[in-house]
C-alpha cells in the first residue's frame, strides 16, 4: 500500500491545516496480539513560526504520565513533508494523497539509549466531515510488531484544547 493509492481520496488531507490550531485524539494501545492494552489520549497546538508548522503535542498512556513531543513540520512539494521531534531520532518523511498522510519514524523512548528506540509507522485517513482523523500506528521493536494505537483526532474550531496545557504555546 501506498500513499499515492489514495489520491482520489476526498476531502483532501493536508496536515498542515488539519494540525494548525487545536486537536485532541483518544484511542487504544493494543500490544502486539492485538489486546487492548490501555487508553492514548493526546491534546495537541499547531502554529506557524519560521517557515514550519510547530506541533506541541501532549501524550497520555493509560493512567500515566502525560509525554511531551514538539514536532517541526515543513512541506517539501505538494505531497512531500519532513518533519523534526524532540524524540524523534533523524528526520521523518511522510508523503500525503487525497485523504491520507503517511510517515515511518523512529522514537527514542529513553533517549541516549538506542537499545529502546522503536519504529512506529502511521497511516492517517481524514473522515468525511474533514474535521475528524483516524490514526493508526504499528509500532515495532527489531521488526517485530509489540503493539497497535487506534485513535481518533478532532480539530477544535474553539481553540479551548490546549489552553490549559504548559507545553502548548498559542
Sequence with gaps: MKPSDFAAGRPVLDPEKFFNGYTRSSGVLENGSGAPKESVIT??????EGGMLHIEQELVFGNGKPRHRS?????LDAHRYEATGNDIVGTVHGEAYGNVFHWSFTVALSPGNPLTNVEMSQWMYLEPDGHTMVNHSTI????????QVTEQFRREADGKTGANHPNCRK
Excluded: D, L, N, S
Design 140 to 147: 515495532r521493536k527489531f521488526g517485530i510488531v509489540v503493539a
Design 43 to 48: 491534546k495537541t497546538h499547531g502554529f506557524w
Design 71 to 75: 514536532w517541526r513540520i515543513r512541506r
